[in-house]
């Protein structure tokens, strides 16, 4: 009986890791799936030099909202922590105390450092003439109720992921897109033009509007948590926890953030013809590293909830079949994008295609960093935060002197170069320390294979591209009349897909256990299960 009961306790928890998952990697790509929307709109309707400005705008908002993070430090990750925990363990008055005092912290921070802002944006206006025009600078106060809504957002959706609500946090990732979109799209319809400052207004007000449904939200849940005493319910306990806890989380985040941003800048500054280019490498890229982050936020929250209870096995179930189908996930997306990387590009403006060498490189640059979501995972749920700080500031000593060496000496593509071999070698140390600090046993096999398998993959098909499927494709799409598709490889594509998929099935990457975990997770009284149930029991069938 009491196996029985731990069996359908196991089963629970991966349908709620299985569920938040889904909304979290529907929520991530559901982002990217309307950036690329808004970044077609905008790169149709207004100039590459405006879009330039536009982009670089809004990474000096996003410079100080990582700065913003700082204080309290790292109360993302806390929140994510400690809310399931607490819940976990029924400790409602902690909960609501740790709530509260998070909110009062941040806004005791909030509040100066966007005052600070303005003034910066107002008197210190040369600090922003290296990249903007002075008659830009009024974009900068524009976007500037984005440093309170994105500051206040990262605490709304945290407790909210920490109760495993990540339904409601897609929900509102599709109103805000659909009202920046239907406003940007409505207002060029009725004026036929398309300034800077109508973008930035249009995005912060689609921004505030999901804002404030979130804090509403939120703010009824809060009401609705019951303690049974009436102490005081803010504690410096809490506070402290938040601080000790966070800090180096937001130190190591910090770190990794802003080495994107410097990226942004140095390029804009060094190499400013290929600022878009180099943006629009980082955005195509999210493709596939999203399949990886859309693990990060449920395995943080369902790790905390088993170290609370002293579940270790059910970590080391998950972390390796996590970091498994993770891993194929994205190589497989890599493949597909790198063929489709023209097409991408044509979509946007024949002006585009010369970037195709940039988004090609920089797809390469995450294949061995495929290790840090599920290991960042580990330690919060360990209670080990300074380990990613540690790893962070590494990564960057690694990193950033020879991006930089190589951006001003040789250019943009070796500096591409230069990122994927520090990130590959970034990314070995990442697995050395999941095994050495995580003290979990990796299973390398299948992930070697799965790198190998890949490579093959690719290789094989650019060579049958060169000898015959090119030629093959534009005779398809001549007599088809769809000139549109000259840059999309459907031929090459279904190739790679059917070659990786067909080497790691025949190699036995998949697992007969993989499959059983699996199958666990699914009800059968639901007609999506129940399709998956069969896929699951065809593929045993295969292995059998």
């Known amino acids: 009986m009491k196996e029985d009961n731990f069996n359908q306790e196991t089963f629970s ?24 929307i808004i970044t077609f709109l905008i790169a149709r309707l207004i100039s ?21 993070t700082f204080f309290p430090p790292g109360l993302q990750q806390t929140l994510r922590y400690y809310v399931p925990r ?13 709530l509260k005092s998070a909110f009062i912290t941040k806004m005791l921070f909030l509040i100066p450092i966007f005052i600070i802002s303005l003034l910066i944006f107002n008197f210190f206006q040369n600090i922003f003439l290296l990249n903007l025009n002075p008659e830009d600078i009024n974009l900068l106060f524009l976007l500037s109720p984005l440093i309170i809504i994105n500051g206040l957002e990262l605490y709304l959706n945290s407790f909210n992921e920490g109760l495993n609500n990540f339904k409601f946090i897609f929900l509102l990732l599709v109103l805000k897109n659909l009202l920046y979109i239907g406003l940007l799209i409505s207002f060029f319809f009725i004026t036929g033009n398309l300034g800077l400052e109508n973008i930035a207004i249009f995005n912060v007000v689609s921004y505030a509007i999901a804002f404030f449904i979130n804090l509403l939200f939120v703010l009824k849940k809060y009401l609705k948590i019951k303690i049974d005493n009436k102490t005081p319910i803010f ?10 806890y966070g800090a180096p989380v937001r130190g190591g985040r910090f770190l990794s953030d802003i080495w994107g941003e410097i990226q942004i800048q140095s390029i804009g500054a060094l190499e400013p013809l290929f600022t878009t280019g180099f943006y629009l490498a980082k955005t195509y890229l999210a493709v596939s590293t999203n399949a990886l982050n859309s693990f990060s936020s449920p395995l943080t929250v369902s790790f905390s909830r088993f170290m609370a209870k002293d579940e270790k096995e059910k970590i080391k179930a998950i972390y390796n079949l996590i970091l498994k189908y993770s891993l194929f996930t994205f190589l497989l997306l890599t493949g597909i994008l790198f063929l489709a ?6 979509i946007l403006g024949e002006d585009y295609l010369q970037f195709s060498i940039i988004l090609k490189i920089y797809l390469f640059s995450y294949l061995f960093l495929s290790f840090a979501a599920p290991f960042d995972a580990l330690m919060l749920a360990e209670h080990k935060p300074k380990m990613i ?12 002197p020879l991006f930089l060496f190589l951006l001003v000496w040789f250019g943009i593509i070796p500096a591409l170069i230069g990122i994927i071999i520090s990130n590959s070698v970034f990314g070995f140390f990442y697995l050395f320390f999941t095994i050495k600090w995580g003290k979990l046993h990796i299973e390398l096999k299948p992930l070697i294979v799965l790198y190998i398998t890949f490579a093959l993959s690719l290789i094989l098909v650019l060579i049958l591209q060169m000898l015959f499927l090119e030629e093959l494709e534009i005779l398809l799409f001549d007599f088809l009349h769809l000139s549109i598709l000259k840059n999309f490889y459907p031929l090459s594509i279904l190739t790679f897909f059917c070659i990786f998929a067909f080497l790691n099935l025949i190699l036995k990457i998949i697992t007969i256990q993989d499959i059983e975990n699996l199958r666990s997770i699914f009800h059968k009284q639901k007609l999506l299960n129940k399709v998956l149930l069969k896929i699951l029991n065809i593929l045993k069938r295969i292995h059998g």
């Open 86 to 98: 607490y819940q976990s363990l029924n400790q409602t008055q902690n909960l609501k105390s740790l």
């Open 389 to 400: 700080l540690y790893i962070r500031f590494l990564g960057l000593v690694l990193r950033l």
């Open 13 to 36: 928890d991966h349908r709620t890791l299985v569920r938040s998952s889904f909304y979290s990697f529907l929520s991530i790509y559901g982002n990217f799936f309307f950036n690329l």
């Open 48 to 68: 590459p030099e405006s879009w330039i400005i536009l982009i670089i705008a809004n990474s000096y908002i996003l410079i100080i909202t990582l700065i913003l």
């Open 235 to 244: 504690h410096n306990d809490e506070l402290m926890k938040i601080l000790k």
């Open 341 to 346: 990387t023209d097409f991408f590009l044509y």
